[in-house]
């Protein structure tokens, strides 16, 4: 079994920051790229931004500039920091890994999603 467990979800003003952490744990052979989706109420699952095994990453042109993310492969956790907050950042945020299990068996695993609010 494979568990992906976020964190780091919130309140926080338009400006802020937040830096989300997600977490890999089970029976993982290899990790391929780690990404964040959001999903607003009423809106469909969109891709926020990704990295690679490589630790290449792209982002959406809505967080361009604004938004990293980084890996910690000794850990299996990916991260994403999130400055210059605006309130339409307001969404459920995601886990997402494309993995490999041991066993040889890959595919896309999620997390359960933090929120994640920007408001005055």
């Known amino acids: 079994q494979v568990q992906l467990v976020e964190s780091g979800g919130g309140l926080v003003q338009p400006g802020g920051s937040l830096r989300l952490s997600c977490a890999a744990s089970?029976?993982?052979?290899?990790?391929?790229?780690m990404g964040w989706y959001r999903q607003a109420p009423g809106s469909q699952r969109e891709l926020v931004g990704y990295?690679?095994?490589?630790?290449?990453?792209n982002f959406a042109n809505f967080v361009k500039g604004r938004f990293t993310i980084s890996r910690d492969n000794a850990k299996n956790t990916v991260y994403l920091q999130m400055n210059s907050l605006k309130p339409e950042d307001t969404a459920v945020y995601y886990c997402?890994?494309?993995?490999?299990?041991?066993?040889?068996?890959?595919?896309?695993?999620w997390g359960q999603g933090t929120q994640v609010t920007v408001s005055s």
């Open positions: 997402n890994a494309d993995l490999m299990v041991i066993g040889g068996t890959r595919g896309d695993y």
């Open positions: 089970g029976s993982i052979f290899s990790i391929y790229a």
């Open positions: 990295i690679t095994g490589l630790s290449s990453t």
